[in-house]
C-alpha cells in the first residue's frame, strides 16, 4: 500500500511537472512579447534595494539572474521564472495535504487550486511578484508540517520561505501572522520546536 502511495505521489508531481511545461511553451509560442506583469521589469533589474514599484526586490533580482542564465531573453527568463514558482506552488499544495491526509487529499487541495482562475488562467500568460508570494505561503505551511512530522529541517524551511515570501510581497503577512499565532496553538507544533531547540 506504502509503495502505491509513494508511486502515486510521483505520478502527481511528473503531472504538475508536465503542466507547467507545457504553459511554458504556449507561452512562448503564441506570443515573443512581454505581457504586462513580464515588462514591468524592463529597466528594474539592476540589483537595487528599492524599486520604483510597491514590492521589495526579490523577485527584481531572481528576473535579473534568469536574464543572466538566458542571454538576456526576456520572455524566456520571466516565463522559467514563473513555472518555477507555479510548479513550486503546486507541488507544495500537494504534498502539504498528501502528508495531513493521504493521496486522495493531495489530489483534492490540487484540484482546489486549479479551480483559482489566478492558478488556473492568469499563471499561464502573466503575474510574477504573486507567485512568488503563493509559493512562499505554500512552502511556510509545508514546512511546519514537515517539523511536526518530525523533520528536523522543516522550521528551517518554513522560515526561508517566509523570508522569501517578504522580501517578494508584503501582503504575505496577512498569512504568517494569523498562521504562526495558529501554529503556536497546536501542542504537535510546540512539541517540535522544541525538539528542534534541543
Known amino acids: 500500500m506504502a509503495w502505491v502511495a509513494r508511486q502515486g505521489a510521483a505520478a502527481v508531481l511528473v503531472a504538475i511537472g508536465a503542466y507547467v511545461v507545457i504553459l511554458a511553451v504556449l507561452r512562448l509560442t503564441l506570443s515573443p512579447y512581454l505581457e504586462i506583469d513580464e515588462s514591468q521589469f524592463v529597466g528594474a533589474v539592476d540589483l537595487r534595494l528599492v524599486y520604483v514599484n510597491s514590492h521589495p526586490p526579490l523577485y527584481n533580482w531572481l528576473t535579473r539572474g534568469a536574464l543572466e542564465l538566458t542571454g538576456w531573453n526576456w520572455p524566456l527568463s520571466v516565463t522559467l521564472l514563473r513555472i518555477t514558482f507555479l510548479g513550486a506552488a503546486l507541488a507544495l499544495i500537494f504534498d502539504s495535504a498528501r502528508r495531513l491526509a493521504g493521496l486522495r487529499a493531495g489530489v483534492a487541495a490540487l484540484a482546489a487550486a486549479a479551480l483559482c482562475p489566478q492558478v488556473s488562467w492568469m499563471a499561464a500568460h502573466t503575474l510574477a511578484h504573486s507567485l512568488l508570494v503563493m509559493a512562499a ?38 498569512l504568517l501572522l494569523p498562521f504562526a499565532f495558529a501554529a503556536a496553538l497546536d501542542p504537535s507544533v510546540r512539541q517540535a520546536a522544541r525538539a528542534a531547540a534541543r
Open 137 to 174: 505561503a505554500a512552502g511556510v505551511i509545508h514546512g511546519v508540517i514537515l517539523a511536526r512530522q518530525r523533520f528536523s529541517s522543516g522550521f528551517v524551511l518554513a522560515g526561508a520561505w517566509a523570508g522569501a515570501g517578504l522580501l517578494a510581497k508584503y501582503n504575505i503577512l496577512l
